[in-house]
């Protein structure tokens, strides 16, 4: 099995940070892309950041600029640094990765449980 553990939500102020981690564990191959989703009460599951395999990244409009997605592929952890937070930021954010558990099978996606974010003055 794949487990991803996050850490790292909580209670801000607006315009203050805080980092979100997310460590994927288990029977591991390889892994492509890690990535951060939030969803807010009413709303839609939302892509926030996600990184490839490389380099290569992806940010939400609203978030660009704000916020930095970096991943450590030895440790097979993907981290969000969050600046400049705002009220609108507050949600639940999931940890996403999408990983081979063995050659023998294709690519699929993994979810975390979720972490809380808030920013709240």
């Given at each position: ?79 969000l ?16 990765a ?24």
């Open positions: 099995q794949v487990q991803l553990a996050e850490s790292g939500g909580g209670l801000v102020q607006p315009g203050g940070s805080l980092r979100l981690s997310c460590a994927a564990s288990g029977r591991i191959f390889s892994i492509y892309t890690m990535g951060w989703y939030r969803q807010a009460p009413g709303k839609q599951r939302e892509l926030v950041a996600a990184v490839g395999s490389g380099t290569s990244t992806n940010y939400a409009e609203s978030v660009k600029g704000r916020f930095t997605i970096s991943r450590d592929n030895a440790k097979n952890t993907v981290y640094q969050m600046n400049s937070l705002k009220p609108e930021d507050t949600a639940v954010y999931y940890c996403n999408v990983l081979r558990r063995d050659s023998a099978y294709g690519p699929t996606a993994y979810w975390g449980q979720g972490t809380q974010v808030t920013v709240s003055s």
